[in-house]
């Protein structure tokens, strides 16, 4: 299995607060993902990182931002939680760039925002 | 815009039996490639199989067959001789380059399977 740990696994927080969601990598793959799943719309991309302090926006990138200081860790931060960021975000890492190439998915956080 | 359509929100199949999950896709790229990945209870993503957009053949991995359509826009996922352990959440989906190399994922609203013993 592909060395990858999100943590925290749950987290529980309250409207307004800022959370930050820690993805760890022992691959040293260049590239990093976020996504977020939701019933109903599977799993859409939030940022992504195409290496050291490289970063971009996905599809629903609005409420949240990214950092990634370093080749292993790649942070996603709710500035402001909100009720509508409850969901499970997945940490996803690549090795290259490249239709076919793989992505190994962590084991997902619950978030709920109360 | 990168669309993909999983209609078979949930399916039962008899076990040993074969069953396929349903994936259609839509894009205006050229080259894109195609993946199942499966999600059992305990929530992590599982990768079953590839399939590019420009292979002649169709993809395979042991039980796992791709039916890749191109000229309709499909990409089935084939579960031959189904197990107990393939009772999962199945998701399609479809790559896409970005500017930057990195490859996003499409995915469509997945297919609960469900085998009967």
């Known amino acids: 299995d592909a060395g990858i740990t999100q943590s925290p696994r749950h987290k529980v927080t309250e409207t307004g607060t800022p959370v930050t969601l820690r993805c760890h990598q022992t691959?040293?793959?260049?590239?990093m993902y976020w996504y977020r799943q939701d019933p109903g719309h599977g799993l859409r991309l939030i940022h992504y990182?195409?290496?050291?302090?490289?970063?971009d926006k996905g599809e629903v990138s609005d409420g949240y931002s990214v950092s990634r200081s370093k080749t292993e860790d790649f942070l996603l931060t709710l500035e402001s939680a909100t009720s509508s960021q409850t969901s499970v975000y997945f940490c996803a890492i690549s090795e290259s760039q490249g239709l076919g190439t793989e992505a190994f998915f962590g084991q997902g956080t619950r978030l709920t925002v109360v | 815009a990168q669309k993909i359509t999983q209609t078979q929100p949930g399916m039962f199949v008899q076990e040993k039996e074969a069953v396929t999950l349903d994936c259609t896709y839509d894009?205006?790229?050229?080259?894109?490639?195609l993946f199942w990945y499966k999600q059992p209870s305990s929530g992590e993503m599982i990768f079953l199989i590839y399939q590019g957009s420009y292979d002649q053949q169709n993809a395979t991995e042991g039980r796992y067959s791709l039916n890749f359509q191109k000229a309709r826009k499909s990409a089935n996922l084939v579960i031959s001789a189904s197990q107990l352990g393939d009772s999962a959440m199945y998701f399609c989906a479809m790559s896409s380059l970005i500017q930057t190399g990195a490859n996003n994922l499409f995915f469509g609203t997945g297919t609960r399977l469900t085998v009967i013993p």
């Open positions: 894009t205006s790229d050229p080259s894109y490639g």
């Open positions: 691959e040293n793959h260049r590239y």
């Open positions: 990182s195409y290496g050291v302090k490289d970063t």
